[in-house]
Every structure is written in C-alpha cells, then in structure tokens.
C-alpha cells in the first residue's frame, strides 16, 4: 500500500497556460505580428467608435446573441454555456465581443 509521501506517486498536471507560454507560441508559429496588427486596429476602430460616441443598445446586444445562438445550434442554455466554455470564455467575454464587433 501506497503511502501519501511515496515518490512513485505523479504529481498532478499543471495544464493552465501562463501568458508568455503564449508569446513565445505565437512566435515559434510565425503568428506573433498578425496578432498585434489585429489588436492594434481593434485599438484604433474602438476609440474611433468611442469619439463618435457609439453605444450599443442592449436590445441589440440580445438580437446578437440569440442570432449567434441560432447559427450554431445553441438551442438550449445548457449548450450556450459548453460551448462557452469550450471557447475559455466567459458569458461576459462573450458580450464584450458583442459590443466591440455591433460598435463597428
């Protein structure tokens, strides 16, 4: 019988990702530049949205959502949050990028 301090025994896996596990990634794959030339313009398009002093209507952002939710057969809350989570994103995430891509 195996005790708790036996050495035989494997540590659990650490599997969370550090942010310069990501630069380093994008980099190795040549990614790197095409990432921030698109965050660079999403910069410059939300403070362009932001002088002409767009808002997005929260009916609009439901409208979105319920859309995206269709084309992706979405059809039930259950599945909305696995495929949530299947993308790392929170309910949340998931809004701001509702309202970035509706400000445009």
């Known amino acids: 019988m195996a005790s708790s301090s036996d050495s035989s025994i494997e540590p659990a896996l650490d599997l969370s990702i550090q942010p310069d596990e990501i630069v380093a990634f994008l980099k ?3 990614q790197f530049q ?3 030339q ?3 313009y999403q910069r410059i398009v939300d403070r362009a949205a932001q002088t002409q002093e767009l808002v997005v209507m929260p009916e609009e952002i ?3 959502a319920e859309q995206m939710r269709r084309e992706m057969h979405l059809e039930r809350a259950v ?3 696995a495929w949530l989570k299947e993308q790392m994103i929170s ?3 998931w809004e701001a ?6 400000a445009h």
């Open 38 to 40: 698109r965050i660079l």
């Open 97 to 102: 990028g509702i309202v970035r891509s509706s």
């Open 91 to 93: 309910a949340d995430d």
């Open 34 to 36: 095409e990432v921030c």
């Open 28 to 30: 190795k794959n040549l």
């Open 79 to 81: 599945d909305t949050i």
């Open 62 to 64: 439901q409208a979105e």
